[in-house]
């Protein structure tokens, strides 16, 4: 027992002495009930904690900072390109057409093959490193946290839009999840339905800003209306695939969009 490390004056000295072995604590402290295997356990765990830690954290930063150039351009030709379908104010420009914003097809920028080549190559690696069980829970944390960021950056905290633009983030928003199929290439239990799990509020927000006609009409009337909470969620779910995000969190995506007039 660890207890007896600590108590008697021999194993105290024993293991004071071999660097392999568990430092007892002051002998003024209270006197742990714990094994040596326990505490070793627990070393271990800890150690194994920090590591994955520092890889979610290394991934998501390089990511996220190959994203912000990604971003950067975006919100660049917003503002300064003249052929925009939007004026600075956020507003659609008189002079557009309603039959180019309906016929135009979604451009995906190619500052976002970085990112996702990136994000690609760091999953290919991470599932041929760690062990599955470890894999798993790297790929849902490192997903999860990347989701987040972007669906704050790109949908949420950002100028309105029009329905094209929408369908542009939906296309970009389904990239990332298409990247993660095949860098995984099946090697995750669970197929693409756990591949995608991570990813389920983005592809959510991306899906209600790319809505148009009847469909938009109802998602619209649904959550700013009288529905109740059963059978809004019943309509995300039909609409979107999911039905993870709030209400409350949904109708700030819908404002987005400068058709919703709510």
């Not at 917003?78 to 309603?98: F, L």
């Not at 959550?223 to 209400?247: C, N, P, Y």
Request: some cysteine; overall charge negative; aromatic content about 8%.
């Amino acid at each position: 027992m660890w207890r007896d490390v600590h108590r008697v004056p021999a194993l105290r000295s024993h293991a004071e002495a071999n660097p392999l072995l568990p430092q007892p604590g002051h002998e003024n402290l209270e006197v742990p009930n714990d094994t040596i295997f326990e505490v070793f356990i627990n070393k271990y765990t800890a150690i194994i904690i920090r590591a994955e830690n520092m890889v979610v954290q290394q991934v998501c930063t390089e990511v996220e900072a190959q994203l912000k150039a990604h971003f950067y351009t975006y919100d660049l030709s917003y503002t300064q390109c003249p052929s925009h379908t939007h004026t600075r104010s956020g507003s659609p420009d008189p002079n557009t057409s309603k039959d180019f914003l309906v016929s135009e097809a979604p451009l995906i920028s190619q500052t976002l093959l970085a990112p996702l080549s990136l994000l690609s190559t760091y999953l290919s690696y991470l599932l041929s490193t760690f062990s599955l069980t470890t894999f798993t829970a790297l790929y849902r944390r490192i997903s999860t946290n990347l989701s987040e960021h972007i669906l704050h950056r790109q949908i949420l905290f950002r100028g309105t839009f029009n329905a094209t633009e929408g369908r542009a983030i939906l296309a970009e928003c389904e990239l990332f999840l298409e990247t993660c199929n095949a860098a995984l290439a099946g090697g995750l239990p669970g197929g693409k339905v756990r591949v995608e799990a991570p990813w389920s509020k983005l592809l959510q927000a991306g899906r209600l800003v790319a809505l148009e006609g009847d469909l938009w009409d109802e998602v619209v009337n649904s959550t700013f209306g009288a529905s109740d909470q059963e059978e809004w969620e019943e309509i995300m779910r039909t609409v979107t695939g999911h039905s993870d995000l709030s209400k409350e969190t949904v109708g700030s995506i819908l404002r987005r969009r400068n058709d919703c007039r709510t």
